[in-house]
């Protein structure tokens, strides 16, 4: 296991994350506890020190499992992360209670990490308003020893990360983001680690496989990575990715079984980043599938000035592609929800006045239709 260095601390590159552990039944809220009980005893076993859960994982049940199958270690001999969910607007008034209650459920007497859990458009508000007292009350238990290092992850588009950090960044010890080469610029990643990286601030990486979406690769992405790396799985490369971003400090990964973990603790036995021109190739190649399998706005805007209810139409779109080429998620339904209701894709009236102006010829009427009825909104 190869290991990085925050602060003085020595971290496994590898952390497990405890989001996706086996189920019973593909009930999500039943973890299979003999099954996630062999996941953490090999993890920690083969050199993973860094367990990261949340009181929203699993239905509530993954501190418990974390809990209840780390603390038979000796405390001092691994790192556990949670996280305060702000996610949930009605949880802003209850830090207190919460997080007493996630101690008692993992077990201990205080948490390594701790994170603002998913900053983004529809909960900075809340984070950033003082009459919660939720900054103030983590920064107490700070003091008090029961959070060890303060920080946040975030879900949220650059400018609410930099509002973010505007306000609570000199308290930001460490930022979670989603990246992975699809991500680079689909979601973009480049400039949110950019922004990271001029703070000062380590990253921490969750989703690098996508939920394991790329655990697999086209044919000509496989023959690219073969071409550059012929001993690397497509998973192992990519980690190479990520291992080869300065500022990335944690790697997250949600590991479901057996046969993925010892493939992942193999693959950080070394740290291999990649070259400048092995990084660019396979932003590019999958660049070009991100653009092969979404809907091709530019943004130009012609749309808008056509549109009778003055739809956010490249806003959508954007959206529906993330929605579509991702197989589904909370990222655009969560967004989406943020939006006034008049401005949903459900308010499209099929007009088509909006397409008589587009350029790229989309049919725009069919995708808010066919996005409405994906989200439900």
């Not at 959070?147 to 979670?176: K, T």
């Not at 130009?300 to 806003?315: A, G, Q, R």
């Not at 008049?342 to 499209?348: F, V």
């Amino acid at each position: 296991m190869i290991y990085k260095t925050f602060q003085d601390l020595k971290l496994s590159g590898l952390g497990l994350g405890m989001m996706r552990l086996p189920v019973l039944n593909g009930n999500d809220g039943t973890i299979d506890e003999t099954a996630a009980a062999g996941l953490i005893d090999y993890a920690y076993q083969n050199g993973v020190n860094y367990f990261d859960t949340a009181w929203g994982y699993h239905n509530g049940n993954s501190e418990l499992v974390a809990g209840k199958y780390l603390s038979k270690y000796p405390r001092e001999s691994y790192y556990l992360a949670s996280k305060f969910p702000g996610y949930d607007l009605s949880n802003m008034g209850k830090v207190e209670e919460i997080f007493e209650k996630q101690l008692e459920k993992c077990q201990t007497n205080y948490f390594d990490f701790y994170l603002f859990h998913n900053v983004y458009e529809g909960n900075v508000d809340e984070y950033l308003d003082e009459k919660y007292g939720i900054l103030n009350y983590l920064l107490k238990q700070k003091a008090d020893g029961r959070i060890r290092h303060l920080g946040f992850s975030a879900h949220g588009d650059l400018e609410v990360i930099q509002r973010f950090l505007d306000a609570y960044g000199q308290h930001m010890e460490f930022c979670q983001l989603q990246i992975n080469y699809m991500d680079w610029h689909f979601q973009n990643a480049q400039k949110k680690v950019e922004l990271l990286q001029k703070a000062g601030i380590p990253i921490w990486v969750m989703e690098p496989l996508r939920g394991g979406k790329l655990a697999t690769a086209s044919d000509k992405m496989a023959a690219a990575m073969k071409t550059m790396r012929p001993d690397e799985t497509v998973p192992a490369m990519a980690f190479r990715f990520l291992q080869s971003i300065p500022g990335v400090t944690m790697i997250l990964s949600g590991m479901s079984d057996m046969e993925q973990l010892k493939a992942n603790l193999a693959t950080f036995e070394t740290d291999a980043p990649l070259s400048e021109a092995e990084f660019d190739t396979l932003v590019k190649c999958s660049d070009e599938e991100v653009k092969k399998a979404g809907l091709p706005c530019t943004a130009c805007h012609y749309c808008t000035s056509h549109c009778p209810k003055e739809l956010p139409i490249p806003e959508l779109i954007a959206l529906y592609n993330e929605h579509k080429i991702s197989g589904g998620g909370f990222i655009a339904p969560m967004a989406v929800g943020k939006m006034p209701k008049e401005k949903r894709p459900a308010s499209c009236i099929g007009c088509r006045g909006c397409e008589q102006v587009c350029p790229q010829q989309i049919k725009i009427s069919e995708m808010m239709k066919e996005f409405s009825s994906m989200i439900g909104m």
